[in-house]
C-alpha cells in the first residue's frame, strides 16, 4: 500500500459516517467493487486521475459513474470528494483500508487461498475454519487457482500467511542442497 | 773557480794611468819647445805628443764625467737585472722542486695505483655478489608470492566450481523433481496434500 497513511485518513472519515448509517458492509462492498472497476479499467481511472484534464471534466466523469452505478448518495459525495481533492489514484488503498476496519469491527478478515486446483467446497470450508482457528476471527475466503505452485495451498489472512504449496518446498530443498557444505 | 774583477778599480786605474800619460805628454812637449828642440822622444815630433797629451786628458776627463753621471743609473740597472734573474732562478729552482715533488706524489700514487685498482675491484665484486644476493631473494619472494596467488586463485576457481556446480545440481534435481511430482501428482493427492497441511497448521494452532 503505496498511501498508507492518506488511505487510512480518507477510509477512516468514511468509516465514521458508515457507523453513523449503520451501512459498513454496504460502503465496503461499493468501494471495493469501484476499486475492481478502475482496476479492470485503466482509461477509467485515468480520466478520473489525469492532472491533466479539467477537473469539471473528471467531476463529471465521476458523476455518470456514480449515477449509472446506483450508487448512494452518501457514497456519492465522498467519491465526488476523492476526485476533488485529486486522490482518485489512491481509490484502490482508501478500499482496502476500510475493508480492515470494517473486518475490525465486526471481528472479521479477509482470507485468500491459492491452490494448483480448485478446491472442493468441503475443502474450503475446511481451509476457512483452519484460518478462523489461527486467526480467532470470521474469515470471508476468496479462493484463487495458480498452477506453479504444483500442489498444497497458500493462505493469506491480513498479515498472516500459510505457505504449504510444493513449490516452496521444493524451493527450500533447492537452497538447502545449495547452502549445504 | 770565477774570480770576481773590481771594474772600478780597473777603470780608475787605466784613468789615472791615461792622466799620467797626458800629463807627461803635455810636460814633454813644452820642456822640449822651450829647449827650441826638432824632433821628438822616438822621433814624434813635439806637437804630436802634446796632441796625445790633449787627447789623452780629455778623454780622461770624459770618461771620469761619464763615470760621474752614468755611474750609478747603470750600476743600480745591471744590479736590478742581476737581482731579477736572481729571483727568476730561484723562482724556477722552486718550480722545480714543486714539479719534482709532484713527480714523486704521483709516482708513489702511481705505484700504489694497482693496489688501488685492485681495491676497488673486489669492492665491486662484493657489492655485485651482495646485489646478486639481494636480487636472487627479491625474485625468490615474488616468485613465492607467485605461487600463493596462483594457489588461491586454483582453491577460489575450486571453490566457485563447486558451488557452481551443487547450484547446478540443486537447480537440475528441483526442475526433475517438480516434473516427477506434476507429471505424478493426481486431483487426490492434491487434497491430500491440502488436508495434510491443514492438519499440520491447525494443530499447531
Known amino acids: 500500500m503505496k498511501n498508507a497513511l492518506l488511505a487510512k485518513r480518507y477510509a477512516k472519515a468514511l468509516f465514521a459516517v458508515g457507523q453513523e448509517e449503520n451501512a459498513l458492509d454496504e460502503y465496503a462492498t461499493s468501494l471495493k467493487?469501484?476499486?475492481?472497476?478502475?482496476?479492470?479499467?485503466?482509461?477509467?481511472?485515468?480520466?478520473?486521475?489525469?492532472?491533466?484534464?479539467?477537473?469539471d471534466a473528471r467531476?463529471?466523469?465521476?458523476?455518470?459513474?456514480?449515477?449509472?452505478?446506483?450508487?448512494?448518495?452518501?457514497?456519492?459525495?465522498?467519491?465526488?470528494?476523492?476526485?476533488?481533492?485529486?486522490?482518485?489514484?489512491?481509490?484502490?488503498?482508501?478500499?482496502?483500508?476500510?475493508?480492515i476496519l470494517v473486518d475490525e469491527e465486526n471481528n472479521t478478515a479477509q482470507g485468500t487461498v491459492?491452490?494448483?486446483?480448485?478446491?472442493?467446497?468441503?475443502?474450503?470450508a475446511k481451509v476457512q475454519e483452519t484460518l478462523e482457528k489461527i486467526t480467532g476471527k470470521q474469515v470471508?475466503?476468496?479462493?484463487?487457482?495458480?498452477?506453479?505452485?504444483?500442489?498444497?495451498?497458500?493462505?493469506?489472512?491480513?498479515?498472516?500467511?500459510?505457505?504449504?504449496?510444493?513449490?516452496?518446498?521444493?524451493?527450500?530443498?533447492?537452497?538447502?542442497?545449495?547452502?549445504?557444505? | 773557480m770565477r774570480k770576481d774583477v773590481n771594474w772600478s778599480k780597473l777603470g780608475l786605474s787605466a784613468l789615472?794611468?791615461?792622466?799620467?800619460?797626458?800629463v807627461a805628454a803635455l810636460a814633454y812637449a813644452s820642456a822640449d819647445a822651450h829647449a827650441g828642440g826638432g824632433d821628438g822622444l822616438l822621433g814624434i815630433p813635439d806637437h804630436k805628443w802634446k796632441d796625445l797629451g790633449w787627447r789623452a786628458m780629455n778623454f780622461a776627463a770624459l770618461m771620469i764625467i761619464l763615470i760621474k753621471f752614468l755611474k750609478k743609473p747603470i750600476v743600480d740597472g745591471l744590479r736590478g737585472r742581476r737581482q731579477g734573474i736572481k729571483e727568476e732562478f730561484d723562482s724556477l729552482e722552486a718550480q722545480r722542486s714543486e714539479s719534482e715533488a709532484q713527480y714523486q706524489e704521483y709516482a708513489g700514487r702511481l705505484s700504489g695505483l694497482d693496489a688501488e685498482l685492485q681495491e676497488m675491484v673486489a669492492k665491486a665484486v662484493a657489492q655485485g655478489e651482495v646485489e646478486k644476493a639481494r636480487i636472487i631473494a627479491?625474485?625468490?619472494?615474488?616468485?613465492?608470492?607467485?605461487?600463493?596467488?596462483?594457489?588461491?586463485?586454483?582453491?577460489?576457481a575450486v571453490a566457485e566450481a563447486k558451488v557452481k556446480l551443487k547450484n547446478e545440481v540443486a537447480d537440475q534435481a528441483t526442475v526433475m523433481a517438480?516434473?516427477?511430482?506434476?507429471?505424478?501428482?493426481?486431483?487426490?493427492?492434491?487434497?491430500?496434500?491440502?488436508?495434510?497441511?491443514?492438519?499440520?497448521?491447525?494443530?499447531a494452532a
Open chain 1, 59 to 99: 467531476e463529471g466523469v465521476m458523476a455518470e459513474v456514480v449515477k449509472a452505478a446506483g450508487l448512494s448518495t452518501i457514497m456519492g459525495n465522498f467519491l465526488n470528494l476523492i476526485v476533488q481533492k485529486r486522490r482518485a489514484d489512491v481509490l484502490g488503498d482508501i478500499a482496502e483500508m476500510f475493508q
Open chain 2, 138 to 156: 627479491e625474485a625468490n619472494d615474488a616468485a613465492d608470492q607467485i605461487k600463493r596467488q596462483a594457489e588461491m586463485a586454483v582453491a577460489n
Open chain 1, 140 to 181: 470471508t475466503l476468496t479462493t484463487q487457482v495458480d498452477e506453479s505452485i504444483i500442489g498444497g495451498m497458500i493462505a493469506k489472512v491480513g498479515d498472516l500467511v500459510l505457505d504449504g504449496s510444493i513449490k516452496t518446498q521444493l524451493e527450500e530443498l533447492k537452497e538447502s542442497i545449495k547452502g549445504s557444505e
Open chain 2, 16 to 22: 789615472a794611468v791615461m792622466a799620467v800619460v797626458g
Open chain 2, 178 to 203: 517438480e516434473a516427477i511430482i506434476k507429471s505424478n501428482l493426481t486431483a487426490d493427492d492434491q487434497g491430500a496434500l491440502v488436508g495434510s497441511y491443514l492438519a499440520k497448521v491447525g494443530g
Open chain 1, 114 to 124: 491459492v491452490s494448483a486446483t480448485e478446491l472442493s467446497a468441503e475443502m474450503q
Open chain 1, 33 to 55: 467493487e469501484f476499486a475492481t472497476m478502475l482496476a479492470d479499467n485503466p482509461e477509467l481511472d485515468d480520466a478520473l486521475s489525469n492532472p491533466m484534464y479539467p477537473l
